[in-house]
Structure formats: structure tokens, C-alpha cells
């Protein structure tokens, strides 16, 4: 995937990687929000296939995460992640250097973090 100014650059993805070290349940819900849709847009505007399809869970995700609070249905937003997972696995797979190993570890963690929350729950 070449760099373009609407496809995401190591920063962005590092910036994601650092916020989700400490857990999904150290992120506020509002900042889990606010990223969510800064990783639309990027991904909305690529225009290639396998991102639209994130994008698209990335919106089922951003809808489970709405209700807020008690509301919130852990197995369902595990198999969201386990999805996202899966699908950053098959971009990664042709993506180019730091993007690559930052996407790579990107779906390790939400596909660990997507597998906790589905037995958990």
C-alpha cells in the first residue's frame, strides 16, 4: 500500500498501538469515539476495497461502543475486534515496511483482545 495523504502512515498506527498498551478499558469511551472516526476518514477515502470493509466494522464498532457504559455487550464488540483483527491481517499482508509491522501488530492485538472478550463474556 503506498503512502498517499489519505492512507495511514506509522504515526497514526503507532498512536493507536500506544492507546490500546494499556487496555481496551483504559481507553474513554469518547476517545475510543474520536478515533474511530479519524480511522473512517482515512479509510473512507482510500478507495481500495479491504479498507472499505474495515471501515465498515469499524462503524458496527463505533455503534456498539454508543450505548455506553453497562450497556455495553462485551461478546458482541470481542467478535467486532476479532473481525477488525482479521482484516488488518489481510491488508498487512501487502503492505510495505513500518506500515506492515505496525498493521501486523495492530491485528495481533485486536485479534487477542477480540478472543479475551469473547470467552469472557
Do not use: Y
Amino acid at each position: 500500500m503506498a503512502k498517499s495523504s489519505n492512507t495511514p502512515d506509522t504515526k497514526q498506527l503507532d498512536d493507536t498501538l500506544r492507546a490500546l498498551q494499556g487496555g481496551l478499558t483504559s481507553i474513554p469511551l469518547s476517545t475510543a469515539d474520536t478515533t474511530i472516526d479519524q480511522w473512517q476518514e482515512v479509510l473512507q477515502q482510500s478507495g481500495i476495497p479491504a479498507l472499505q470493509d474495515i471501515d465498515r466494522e469499524l462503524g458496527n464498532l463505533q455503534s456498539m461502543l454508543s450505548v455506553g457504559g453497562k450497556g455495553l455487550d462485551g461478546k458482541a464488540i470481542g467478535r467486532s475486534l476479532s473481525m477488525l483483527g482479521t482484516q488488518t491481517t489481510q491488508v498487512a499482508a501487502t503492505a510495505q515496511g513500518d506500515v506492515r509491522s505496525s498493521l501486523t501488530a495492530l491485528a495481533d492485538f485486536l485479534l487477542k483482545a477480540g478472543g479475551d472478550l469473547e470467552q469472557d463474556a
